[in-house]
């Protein structure tokens, strides 16, 4: 198997670097989702303002065993936040909120627990996961599904929230402040979230199959929707619809390959929609693309990267000295990939509907590599010694905890 997808990698990368050979990237795609177990993947690139690829693979339901095309809708996750930030910047350039405005201004009655924070948090810092707030911290208020907790429930209870850092003091992913986020979207414009996203936003971008919701799209009549799957005794099974949809302005997006391509297109075009209306000012774009908080960057890395940070809503890095902007989303049962070189003009879009993140990074880092010109690395054979060595650890651990519990009952 190994020399087989070593093989596949040296003629791969025979492709000319300017562009995509189709059938090649079809091969990858499909040894990737049987490699790791992935029931359905969607693939989209944009280069140069085209589409250059934009296809489905495999099924979008173990259940129903139906394909998954460039139609079928998947919840993007956190690829949502980027979405709560375009949507932050238009009220911005309306004159409506500045980035340092207290939250306060807006959400008279939001604390944190630190007296300081309560006061001095603005809205910038409610977008760029430097607000003191825990990884996931608060996630348990609306994740997963089922909870009784209103968005206005989960702004309130903020001040219960024991901060696990200093105010601006370090990036840790959080929720949380995305959903304060999107409810001063809401109190500022009177739409919901999802309205928002939807009318200000998908409409104008020309997304003319997403959703700002699951509930949307389900009222709406569509069917073509993944479900979403995780492995169950080493293989692939569907799972249930898991999120309340509190959480939308942190990840509640419905969206399909089309529409994630075209979304693409219009970001690295100055947030310019296909008719010449600007939605953002390059003002804006500044902010939202700008490091706001740095992150370590390990000093031998794939692509030769100097720095790391998040934005507004961002993820931002270089890459052999093109800067990326990018985010991935994950669910129970899906994670997704979003990757824009604004200055290569190249955008790369992954979704799939199984939570294997070294699905996505196989495809995604290769057809990054065609583009940046390097030919000598097969990523999806170091993804799979990678995910074949943590489960013979996994296994030799579980193994471990047997014997031991079992040495307890003699």
Same mark, same amino acid.
């Given at each position: 198997m190994?020399?087989?997808?070593?093989?596949?990698?040296?003629l791969?990368?025979?492709?000319?670097?300017?562009?995509?050979e189709?059938?090649?990237?079809d091969?990858?795609?499909?040894? #990737?989702?049987? #490699?790791?177990?992935?029931?359905?993947?969607?693939v989209?690139?944009?280069?140069?303002?085209?589409m250059?690829y934009?296809?489905?693979?495999?099924?979008?339901?173990?259940? =129903?065993?139906?394909?998954?095309?460039?139609?079928?809708?998947?919840?993007?996750?956190?690829?949502?936040? $980027?979405?709560?930030? %375009?949507?932050?910047?238009? +009220?911005?350039?309306?004159?409506?909120?500045?980035? !340092? !405005?207290?939250? =306060?201004?807006?959400?008279?009655?939001?604390?944190?627990?630190d007296?300081?924070?309560?006061?001095?948090?603005?809205?910038?810092? +409610?977008?760029?996961?430097?607000?003191g707030?825990?990884?996931?911290? $608060?996630?348990?208020?609306?994740?997963?599904?089922?909870?009784?907790?209103?968005?206005?429930?989960?702004?309130?209870?903020?001040?219960?929230?024991?901060?696990?850092?200093?105010?601006?003091n370090?990036?840790?992913?959080?929720?949380?402040?995305?959903?304060?986020?999107?409810?001063?979207?809401?109190?500022?414009?009177?739409?919901?979230?999802?309205?928002f996203?939807?009318?200000?936003i998908?409409?104008?971008?020309?997304?003319?199959?997403?959703?700002?919701?699951?509930?949307?799209?389900?009222?709406?009549?569509?069917?073509?929707?993944?479900?979403?799957?995780?492995?169950?005794?080493?293989?692939?099974?569907?799972?249930?619809?898991?999120?309340?949809?509190?959480?939308?302005?942190?990840?509640?997006?419905?969206?399909?390959?089309?529409?994630?391509?075209?979304?693409?297109?219009?970001?690295?075009?100055?947030?310019?929609?296909?008719?010449?209306?600007?939605?953002?000012?390059?003002?804006?774009?500044?902010?939202?693309?700008?490091?706001?908080?740095?992150?370590?960057?390990? +000093?031998?890395?794939?692509?030769?990267?100097?720095?790391?940070?998040?934005?507004?809503?961002?993820?931002?890095?270089?890459?052999?000295?093109?800067?990326?902007?990018?985010?991935?989303?994950?669910?129970?049962? #899906?994670?997704?990939?979003?990757?824009?070189?604004?200055?290569?003009?190249?955008?790369?879009?992954? +979704?799939?509907?199984?939570?294997?993140?070294?699905?996505?990074?196989?495809?995604s880092?290769?057809?990054?590599?065609?583009?940046?010109?390097?030919?000598?690395?097969?990523?999806?054979? #170091?993804?799979?010694?990678? %995910? !074949?060595?943590?489960?013979?650890?996994?296994?030799?651990?579980?193994?471990?905890?047997?014997a031991?519990?079992?040495?307890?009952?003699?």
């Amino acid at each position: 198997m190994k020399r087989n997808l070593s093989l596949f990698f040296v003629l791969f990368s025979l492709f000319a670097f300017s562009q995509v050979e189709e059938k090649k990237l079809d091969e990858l795609i499909r040894k #990737t989702i049987a #490699t790791f177990d992935v029931p359905g993947m969607s693939v989209g690139i944009i280069k140069d303002g085209q589409m250059v690829y934009s296809k489905g693979f495999g099924i979008r339901s173990m259940n =129903t065993q139906q394909p998954m095309d460039d139609k079928t809708l998947v919840g993007i996750a956190s690829n949502s936040k $980027g979405f709560t930030a %375009t949507a932050l910047a238009i +009220l911005a350039d309306e004159g409506k909120l500045n980035w !340092d !405005d207290k939250v =306060t201004r807006f959400i008279p009655e939001f604390q944190m627990y630190d007296p300081y924070a309560s006061k001095e948090v603005t809205v910038k810092d +409610l977008v760029t996961h430097r607000a003191g707030l825990g990884l996931g911290q $608060g996630d348990l208020m609306f994740f997963p599904e089922g909870g009784p907790l209103t968005v206005n429930d989960v702004v309130h209870n903020v001040r219960y929230l024991k901060p696990k850092n200093s105010f601006r003091n370090t990036l840790d992913y959080n929720n949380v402040m995305f959903i304060v986020a999107g409810e001063i979207i809401h109190r500022i414009s009177g739409l919901s979230w999802a309205e928002f996203i939807e009318q200000r936003i998908m409409k104008p971008v020309g997304m003319n199959s997403s959703f700002g919701s699951y509930s949307r799209a389900k009222a709406a009549g569509v069917t073509n929707i993944i479900d979403a799957h995780a492995p169950v005794n080493g293989k692939a099974v569907a799972v249930p619809h898991d999120w309340n949809e509190t959480g939308n302005a942190a990840g509640g997006i419905l969206s399909n390959i089309t529409d994630m391509t075209t979304w693409a297109n219009f970001l690295m075009n100055g947030f310019t929609t296909k008719d010449g209306k600007k939605l953002v000012s390059d003002k804006q774009i500044q902010q939202l693309w700008n490091v706001q908080i740095s992150t370590p960057v390990a +000093l031998k890395n794939a692509y030769d990267s100097k720095f790391g940070g998040y934005g507004l809503g961002w993820f931002l890095t270089d890459v052999k000295g093109h800067q990326q902007v990018y985010h991935t989303g994950g669910l129970i049962g #899906t994670v997704t990939q979003f990757i824009l070189i604004p200055d290569m003009k190249l955008g790369i879009v992954v +979704l799939t509907n199984q939570q294997s993140g070294v699905a996505f990074n196989t495809i995604s880092n290769t057809v990054k590599d065609s583009y940046l010109g390097i030919a000598d690395r097969n990523w999806l054979d #170091t993804f799979k010694t990678r %995910t !074949d060595q943590q489960n013979q650890k996994y296994e030799k651990e579980k193994a471990d905890a047997f014997a031991r519990s079992e040495s307890f009952r003699k």
